[in-house]
């Protein structure tokens, strides 16, 4: 039996600091429109990501992919740097 390829959910945020144990703590930010007043404003969130390959540098813009629990925290995987 052939298992599709299930597509997985990206994010895309900025690096905040990265750990000698091929970690990094991602910031992504997403602006949410006010229900009543219709003004957008910045929520953001911090993401511990597997940095694996290639690693990132603070500052860099890079994309999440989801993945199954690497561990207690880390749930994404650093795909690119851009």
């Not at 992504?28 to 404003?41: A, D, E, G, L, N």
């Not at 993401?47 to 207690?72: F, I, Q």
């Not at 925290?73 to 795909?79: A, P, R």
Request: charged share 30%.
């Amino acid at each position: 039996m052939n298992n599709p390829i299930k597509h997985r959910q990206s994010l895309r945020g900025r690096v905040v600091s990265v750990s000698p144990d091929k970690t990094a703590v991602v910031e992504v930010v997403r602006y949410i429109k006010h229900p009543k007043y219709k003004k957008y404003f910045k929520r953001s969130k911090k993401y511990s990501a597997h940095a694996a390959g290639d690693r990132p540098k603070v500052g860099e813009t890079v994309v999440l992919e989801s993945s199954r629990p690497v561990s207690k925290t880390k749930k994404w995987i650093v795909v690119s740097n851009t």
